[in-house]
């Protein structure tokens, strides 16, 4: 074998031209050309690829370069082959594991859609709840619209019962009413009925009128200058509205605690305002000194007297609704703007029973 331009071609190993005479073999691989005795081939090794040659038309034979490329990359086929094979392992306990986990997220499915339906049902449950609560207030607000609450109205004496308690309230409160020069009689009132259980002091007092005018002119009536300065007069909430107004309360301190520097220095606050039963949120400027220069000391009120109007032994009690002294949810008298409970005045009993109410009054 010989290449087709000797004089062009030079030996792999030595780099010399090939002569006219010169024995030479071509690498399979790199298709470089090597002396005979350069390739170090025996002559039987150089027949046999000069006889394969003549016969086949190719001889397979590898300089020794290639060779060491081709031992070292069957070395990494072989890494390679044994990764794979690592590689086809772990796939299959990855698979099996994935298998599982699906297993896993198909219950879970399962489980979150169950607890889908329980908390759609729930919701549902609670709209209905809340709407029946709705209404419910709704009706509670309308069925008190017309009543007013009277903390520290004087009560009945201990001997007094039934009828004899009813028309002591009734004459109670016309007394009030006479007191603040107010046109309501006898005759507006629907019903009054005491709340809570009888004890030393006087129990809460409500009164329901016909008239909402009625009511009204009680509400804006001012009790501090009368015998009855010990009476409180407010609207009869319930409790979702005195929670309102207990966050709205809330909410005041929470706004005054984050109020800017600036807005402070404006003298400026968050206050409560409006009527029982109707108060909102404002921010408003606070002329604090002259707040604190208005503002009374409390009241002290002596412990085991009883205090409110008495009972005038005539004057009919007119046509009105005899409401039994059932137990009410109506909480403690929230703080209004008239005076507070500790005049002495129109207390309802005294040590003298028999004495006619309207003779201990005008005393």
């Not at 979702?240 to 606050?269: F, I, P, T, W």
Request: aromatic share 6%; charged share 35%.
């Amino acid at each position: 074998m010989a290449p087709a331009n000797k004089e062009a071609t030079t030996c792999l190993a030595c780099s010399k031209k090939f002569g006219k005479s010169d024995f030479s073999v071509q690498c399979t691989v790199c298709g470089l050309w090597i002396h005979k005795a350069c390739a170090n081939l025996t002559d039987e090794m150089f027949k046999f690829l000069d006889d394969q040659f003549k016969l086949t038309g190719t001889a397979f034979w590898a300089c020794r370069a290639c060779t060491q490329y081709a031992k070292q990359m069957n070395h990494k086929m072989r890494e390679i082959e044994v990764q794979l094979e690592q590689v086809k392992e772990s796939c299959q306990k990855n698979e099996g594991g994935l298998q599982k986990v699906q297993e896993d997220v198909t219950k879970l499915a399962a489980a979150v859609e169950k607890q889908s339906k329980k908390v759609e049902e729930v919701q549902a449950a609670a709209a209905a709840a809340d709407s029946s609560s709705v209404f419910e207030e709704i009706r509670e607000r309308e069925s008190r619209k017309g009543n007013v609450i009277m903390h520290g109205m004087g009560e009945a004496p201990p001997d007094h019962a039934g009828r004899a308690r009813w028309d002591w309230d009734i004459r109670s409160c016309e007394n009030l009413f006479a007191a603040l020069h107010i046109p309501v009689k006898a005759e507006g009132i629907r019903f009054v009925r005491r709340v809570g259980e009888a004890g030393g002091q006087p129990r809460p007092l409500v009164v329901g009128f016909h008239e909402e005018r009625d009511r009204a002119r009680v509400l804006r009536a001012d009790t501090r200058r009368t015998q009855f300065s010990d009476v409180d007069i407010v609207p009869d909430l319930t409790k979702a509205q005195r929670k309102e107004e207990d966050d709205l309360r809330g909410e005041m301190v929470n706004r005054n605690k984050r109020m800017s520097s600036e807005d402070r220095s404006k003298n400026l606050a968050w206050v409560v305002v409006g009527p029982r039963g109707a108060k909102r949120l404002v921010k408003k400027y606070i002329d604090f000194a002259a707040e604190m220069a208005n503002r009374r000391p409390p009241r002290r009120r002596e412990e085991g007297v009883q205090r409110g109007p008495t009972l005038p032994a005539s004057q009919p009690a007119g046509e009105a609704e005899m409401e039994d002294a059932d137990a009410a949810d109506l909480g403690p008298p929230a703080p209004v703007q008239r005076g507070r409970l500790g005049s002495k005045r129109g207390r309802g009993a005294s040590a003298d029973a028999d004495e006619p109410p309207q003779a201990r009054q005008r005393q």
